[in-house]
C-alpha cells in the first residue's frame, strides 16, 4: 500500500471510529465521491481485520470501477479484494474470467465457513450477484484437486483425465484460462481463478515441480509448493445464493443505496423487483448481527447520519460535458495545479494519480520542483476531497475534465480459419477449395473410410478435373491448406499428373524472387534515406491522449508505443498493427495522424471501400473536433467541384489529413508535405495500388492496420523487413 494512501485511510479509519462507535446497527452516510468508497473500504477494513467487509455498488460498470480504484490505492495487499460479478454482466471478459472470480469467492466462503475469523476478506459485488446462484464451497472442493511437489496422490494419466472431465480444453500450448496441455511428462494448466498458469513436471506419477509461467513466452518463472486446480465447468455443480452463506457479523457498505434498491434482479428475471430487493434485504438480515452503512444523495432517513465530510476535489471533472476547448482547458488546469501546490504547501495532503508514466512525466513539468504534491501512477474513476481531514486525491478524469470508461477486456472473436494449414480435418466444409502440396487445388468433398492394406482408413476425398479424386489419409492432412485467392474469380482445378500445377509452382517461385528483390531495394532505398523524427512532447500531443475516452488495454498501449518510438526515430516506420476487430487499430492509427499533424506534415488515410472510409472520416473528426486539425474524404459520392476543392487545398497545405478509397494513390492527388500513410486492410488493394503503395514506403511513415494480413505481409513482419505489433 502507498504511504500517502496509508495515511489518507488511517485518517478515514479514526474518523470513522469516532463517528460510529457501533451503538447502531445501521447508519446512513452522503454519496461516496470517486475513490472515497475505496477509502472507507478500506478503512472498515482496517478497524475490524477479523471481519468480512461487503461493499454492494449499483451494477457492473460501477463494480469494475469500484474494484479498479481498490487495486489502484492498495496494489500490494496480502489477501486481494475479492470481486462477485453478476453472472451474466454486461462488459465481462468472457465466462472463463467470471467464473474464476466467482470460484475464487466460493474458495473463501469455504475458509471462512471452517474458521470465520481467520479468514477475513474484502468483498465487491453487487446486489444481483448476492442473490444469483455460487457453487456451494463444500462442492467446489470437492470437485477440485490439490497437487503438491513431491506428491504421488494424482497419477500423471489420471490427472489428464480428471481435468478433461472438469471441462479444461486441451491445447498446444496453453495461452488462457480454463486450458490445459500435455508434453511428455509436462502438464501446463491454467485454472480459472489463478492469476497465472501453472507448469507440473512429473516423473512417472509424481510430481516433481510446479512452477508458474508466462503465457506470452512459456518461460517459467516462480516455484510452488502446492496448487489448487478447481473445475472449469461450473454447471455442473450444485449451487445457492451467496447472500445466505456469508459470514455472520459482516459488514455491509452499501453504495448509493437508492439506485441498487431499482436494480435489484431476481435470478432468472429479465427486469429488475422490488420484491428482489426486499429478499436480499430479508436474507441479510439473517447475517446478525450486521453492521450497515447506506450511502445515498440525500443520505437514506430515519437512521442516524454518519457526520462524513467528504466530496468531489477540486479539478476540472465539471468540465467534461462542455465543448472541448484545449486552450482554456489547459489555462485552467495551470490554474488548478498552482491552487493544489498551494494547499500542498499549507500543510494539506495532495496526491494526484495519472494513467500513465508519461502523464506523469508532463504533469511534473507544470509543478515547481520542490512541490510537496505526491504523484503516483494507476488508474482512478475520479478523485475525492475530506475537508476535515485536509486529504485530497485526484484521478485523470479531475486534471483532464473528462470521464474515463474502463476498457472491457479484449475477447478475440471466433474465426473461421480462412487459409493456412489445416489443423483440425472437420474446420473442412465440402465444397472447399484446397490446395494439394502435390497436387495443385482442388475441391473438399468430405471424408469416408476406404479399405487399405486390409484395414479400414478414414480419408479426405479431393475432387480434381475430368472428375478425378484424390483419397488423402488423414494422417497426411499436413499436406492440405485452404485456397486463398481473390474473391470473384473462377478457379480452375488442377488435373492429377498434369503439367500445370509444376509450372504455377514454378512461375510463384520466380515471382517470389522478383519480389524478395524489390523489397531489398525498398528496404535497401529506406536505409539510406533519412526519416523525419517527429516530436511527440508537445502539449496538445499530450492533451490529445489524455482525452482518449476508453482506458488503454494492455496491448493498446504496447502498440501506442511502438508507432511512437518509430514516429520519433530518424528512419521511415513501416509497421503492421495486426488485432481483429475491436481491439483498438483505430486509435493507434488517429494518434500516429495527430502526431504528424503537429508536427507541421499531412496524413493519408487509404480504405478499401467508400463505405468504410466515411466511417474512418466521422470516427477522425469526432477524435479530434476540438483540435485545429482539418480532416477531409475523398468519395465518388462527391461533386466534381467538392473534389477538385479538396485537391487544391491538399496540394497546397490546408489539408491535414486525407481519408479516402485507391483514388487517394492517383498521380492527380498532389500532397504538399506529406509524413503518414495509413493504409486499412492492405490485402485488399488490387496489384498497381500495392505497387504505388510500394514506392510511397520508401519516401514517407507508413502504418498498416489489419485483421487478417495476407500470408505476404505476415511473413514480411515476422522476418523483420517490416516492424509487426499485435
Known amino acids: 500500500m502507498h504511504d500517502?494512501?496509508?495515511?489518507?485511510?488511517?485518517?478515514?479509519?479514526?474518523?470513522?471510529?469516532?463517528?460510529?462507535?457501533?451503538?447502531?446497527?445501521?447508519?446512513?452516510?452522503?454519496?461516496?465521491?470517486?475513490?472515497?468508497?475505496?477509502?472507507?473500504?478500506?478503512?472498515?477494513?482496517?478497524?475490524?481485520?477479523?471481519?468480512?467487509?461487503?461493499?454492494?455498488?449499483?451494477?457492473p460498470n460501477e463494480l469494475e470501477a469500484f474494484h479498479s480504484d481498490l487495486l489502484t490505492l492498495a496494489p500490494d495487499q496480502t489477501l486481494p479484494p475479492l470481486l462477485l460479478p453478476p453472472p451474466e454482466a454486461e462488459g465481462s471478459s468472457g465466462d472463463i474470467e467470471r467464473d474464476g472470480a466467482r470460484l475464487a469467492v466460493a474458495r473463501r466462503l469455504s475458509e471462512a465457513v471452517a474458521a470465520p475469523s481467520a479468514s477475513p476478506a474484502l468483498l465487491a459485488t453487487t446486489a444481483t450477484a448476492l442473490l444469483a446462484p455460487l457453487p456451494e464451497p463444500q462442492a467446489v472442493g470437492q470437485a477440485g484437486r490439490m497437487l503438491q511437489a513431491g506428491s504421488s496422490e494424482h497419477g500423471f494419466e489420471a490427472l489428464v483425465a480428471a481435468l478433461s472431465e472438469a471441462g479444461y480444453e486441451r491445447e498446444s500450448e496453453v495461452v488462457a484460462k480454463g486450458q490445459m496441455s500435455v508434453r511428455g511428462g509436462l502438464l501446463d494448466v491454467w485454472p480459472p481463478d489463478a492469476p497465472l498458469p501453472v507448469r507440473v513436471d512429473f516423473f512417472g506419477d509424481t510430481i516433481e515441480t510446479l512452477r508458474t509461467f508466462d503465457p506470452a513466452s512459456q518461460r517459467s518463472t516462480e516455484a510452488l509448493d502446492a496448487l489448487w486446480i478447481p473445475p472449469c465447468d461450473l454447471a455442473r455443480l450444485p449451487a445457492a445464493a451467496p447472500v445466505g452463506r456469508l459470514p455472520e457479523g459482516a459488514i455491509f457498505l452499501w453504495l448509493d443505496h437508492d439506485r441498487i434498491a431499482a436494480t435489484t434482479t431476481a435470478p432468472g428475471a429479465a427486469e429488475p423487483s422490488a420484491a428482489a430487493w426486499e429478499s436480499l434485504r430479508a436474507a441479510v438480515a439473517q447475517r446478525a448481527p450486521r453492521r450497515e452503512i447506506f450511502c445515498g444523495d440525500p443520505p437514506p432517513a430515519g437512521i442516524p447520519t454518519l457526520p462524513l465530510r467528504v466530496g468531489a476535489p477540486p479539478g476540472l471533472a465539471g468540465l467534461a460535458d462542455d465543448p472541448y476547448q484545449p486552450d482554456l482547458r489547459m489555462a485552467a488546469r495551470q490554474k488548478l495545479l498552482a491552487d493544489l501546490d498551494a494547499r500542498a504547501r499549507a500543510g494539506e495532503c495532495v496526491v494526484i494519480y495519472l494513467d500513465t508514466a508519461g502523464g506523469l512525466e508532463w504533469l511534473a513539468r507544470d509543478l515547481p520542483p520542490d512541490t510537496p504534491i505526491i504523484l503516483r501512477r494507476g488508474v482512478l474513476s475520479g478523485g475525492c476531497e475530506w475537508p476535515g481531514l485536509k486529504l485530497v486525491l485526484l484521478g485523470q478524469p479531475d486534471i483532464y475534465a473528462l470521464r474515463k470508461r474502463s476498457a472491457r477486456a479484449y475477447t478475440p472473436p471466433a474465426t473461421t480459419g480462412r487459409g493456412g494449414r489445416i489443423e483440425r480435418t472437420e474446420e473442412l466444409q465440402p465444397g472447399e477449395l484446397v490446395v494439394h502440396i502435390d497436387h495443385g487445388i482442388g475441391r473438399f468433398e468430405g471424408t469416408r473410410e476406404i479399405e487399405r492394406d486390409g484395414r479400414r482408413v478414414e480419408v479426405l476425398t479431393i475432387g480434381y478435373a475430368d472428375g478425378a479424386r484424390l483419397h488423402v489419409p488423414t494422417s497426411h492432412a499436413h499436406l492440405l491448406s485452404r485456397y486463398i485467392g481473390i474473391g470473384g474469380r473462377e478457379v480452375a482445378l488442377h488435373r492429377l499428373g498434369g503439367r500445370r500445377w509444376q509450372q504455377d509452382k514454378i512461375k510463384a517461385e520466380r515471382s517470389i524472387v522478383d519480389f524478395a528483390a524489390a523489397l531489398l531495394e525498398?528496404?535497401?532505398?529506406?536505409?539510406?534515406?533519412?526519416?523525419?523524427?517527429?516530436?511527440?512532447?508537445?502539449?496538445?500531443?499530450?492533451?490529445?491522449?489524455?482525452?482518449?475516452?476508453?482506458?488503454?488495454?494492455?496491448?493498446?498501449?504496447?502498440?501506442?508505443?511502438?508507432?511512437?518510438?518509430?514516429?520519433?526515430?530518424?528512419?521511415?516506420?513501416?509497421?503492421?498493427?495486426?488485432?481483429?476487430?475491436?481491439?483498438?487499430?483505430?486509435?493507434?492509427?488517429?494518434?500516429?495522424?495527430?502526431?504528424?499533424?503537429?508536427?507541421?506534415?499531412?496524413?493519408?488515410?487509404?480504405?478499401?471501400?467508400?463505405?468504410?472510409?466515411?466511417?474512418?472520416?466521422?470516427?477522425?473528426?469526432?477524435?479530434?473536433?476540438?483540435?485545429?486539425?482539418?480532416?477531409?474524404?475523398?468519395?465518388?459520392?462527391?461533386?466534381?467541384?467538392?473534389?477538385?476543392?479538396?485537391?487544391?487545398?491538399?496540394?497546397?497545405?490546408?489539408?491535414?489529413?486525407?481519408?479516402?478509397?485507391?483514388?487517394?494513390?492517383?498521380?492527380?492527388?498532389?500532397?504538399?508535405?506529406?509524413?503518414?500513410?495509413?493504409?486499412?486492410?492492405?490485402?485488399?488493394?488490387?496489384?498497381?495500388?500495392?505497387?504505388?503503395?510500394?514506392?510511397?514506403?520508401?519516401?514517407?511513415?507508413?502504418?498498416?492496420?489489419?485483421?487478417?494480413?495476407?500470408?505476404?505481409?505476415?511473413?514480411?513482419?515476422?522476418t523483420g523487413a517490416r516492424d509487426m505489433s499485435l
Open 4 to 59: 500517502s494512501n496509508t495515511q489518507m485511510v488511517d485518517a478515514v479509519a479514526q474518523s470513522l471510529r469516532e463517528a460510529w462507535p457501533g451503538a447502531a446497527p445501521a447508519v446512513a452516510a452522503p454519496l461516496l465521491e470517486g475513490a472515497a468508497a475505496a477509502q472507507v473500504a478500506q478503512a472498515l477494513q482496517q478497524l475490524h481485520p477479523n471481519a468480512w467487509v461487503i461493499v454492494v455498488t449499483s451494477g
Open 522 to 718: 525498398v528496404q535497401a532505398r529506406r536505409a539510406s534515406r533519412p526519416g523525419i523524427a517527429y516530436d511527440l512532447s508537445g502539449p496538445w500531443m499530450h492533451a490529445f491522449e489524455a482525452a482518449f475516452p476508453f482506458v488503454e488495454t494492455p496491448d493498446q498501449t504496447r502498440c501506442i508505443e511502438a508507432v511512437k518510438a518509430d514516429l520519433a526515430a530518424p528512419r521511415p516506420m513501416d509497421r503492421l498493427i495486426c488485432g481483429d476487430a475491436g481491439y483498438g487499430k483505430t486509435e493507434v492509427a488517429m494518434r500516429a495522424a495527430f502526431a504528424v499533424v503537429m508536427n507541421g506534415y499531412q496524413a493519408a488515410v487509404l480504405c478499401p471501400t467508400t463505405v468504410l472510409a466515411d466511417q474512418h472520416h466521422a470516427t477522425f473528426r469526432e477524435r479530434m473536433a476540438a483540435f485545429p486539425v482539418r480532416i477531409e474524404v475523398l468519395s465518388r459520392f462527391q461533386p466534381r467541384s467538392r473534389r477538385a476543392a479538396i485537391l487544391a487545398d491538399l496540394a497546397a497545405g490546408r489539408v491535414d489529413i486525407l481519408i479516402g478509397t485507391h483514388a487517394i494513390l492517383q498521380p492527380g492527388v498532389k500532397f504538399k508535405e506529406l509524413g503518414l500513410v495509413v493504409i486499412d486492410e492492405e490485402q485488399r488493394f488490387g496489384v498497381a495500388h500495392k505497387e504505388r503503395l510500394k514506392q510511397m514506403r520508401a519516401m514517407v511513415d507508413v502504418l498498416t492496420l489489419s485483421a487478417t494480413p495476407i500470408p505476404r505481409t505476415l511473413y514480411m513482419s515476422m
